[in-house]
């Protein structure tokens, strides 16, 4: 990747955290109540890392896309420049996974968000920081089914 120039961010239905399209893909759809974005998803044995453990790399997807949408939802379209993860216990094969993120401060360059991975008993799971680089390209989200479209600021 080129540094230095400006990136275009915009929606992809082949996504591995939310495309709908990619057959290898998580398929999360979230859930946006003005502040806070919210998924479920529950892994299967293809997401395992030692036998029935779910994988720290797909603990760290579910909330990096989560993080993502909290942004775009506050019309910030960015990609992760640093990630903070704190894993606090294991996940296993078919528990159900709450996710949730926020922005928490938003600059002209950054946006900072936050996600907690947690059980349906609020168990936490994994918790997250990142900061975000903002692109010139923002992503708006339709009234009509909440599907990002790309629009230049």
Same mark, same amino acid.
Not at 21 to 24: E, G, I, R, Y
Not at 39 to 48: C, G, I, K
Not at 128 to 133: D, E, F, G, N, R
């Given at each position: 990747m080129e540094t230095g120039k400006e990136i275009s961010v915009a929606a992809s239905d082949l996504c591995f955290g939310c495309g709908q399209?990619?057959?290898?893909g998580l398929k999360l759809k979230f859930d946006w109540d003005g502040k806070v974005v919210k998924?479920?998803?529950?892994?299967?044995?293809?997401?395992?890392g030692w036998k029935g453990i779910i994988h720290g790399g797909?603990?760290?997807?579910? /909330?990096?896309?989560a993080m993502a949408y909290a942004a775009y939802y506050e019309e910030v379209a960015g990609?992760?420049?640093?990630m903070e993860i704190k894993l606090k216990r294991p996940a296993l094969i078919g528990q159900p996974l709450i996710i949730t993120a926020w922005v928490t401060r938003k600059e002209r360059r950054f946006?900072?968000?936050?996600?907690? /991975?947690?059980?349906r008993d609020g168990t936490v799971i994994t918790e997250?920081?990142?900061?975000?680089?903002i692109s010139s390209k923002t992503i708006i989200f339709s009234s009509e089914g909440g599907k990002p479209n790309s629009n230049t600021q």
């Open positions: 399209n990619n057959p290898c998924s479920e998803f529950t892994p299967t044995e293809l997401h395992q797909i603990l760290t997807t579910l /909330l990096d896309e990609v992760t420049a640093t946006a900072e968000t936050e996600a907690r /991975l947690t059980f997250a920081k990142a900061t975000q680089y």
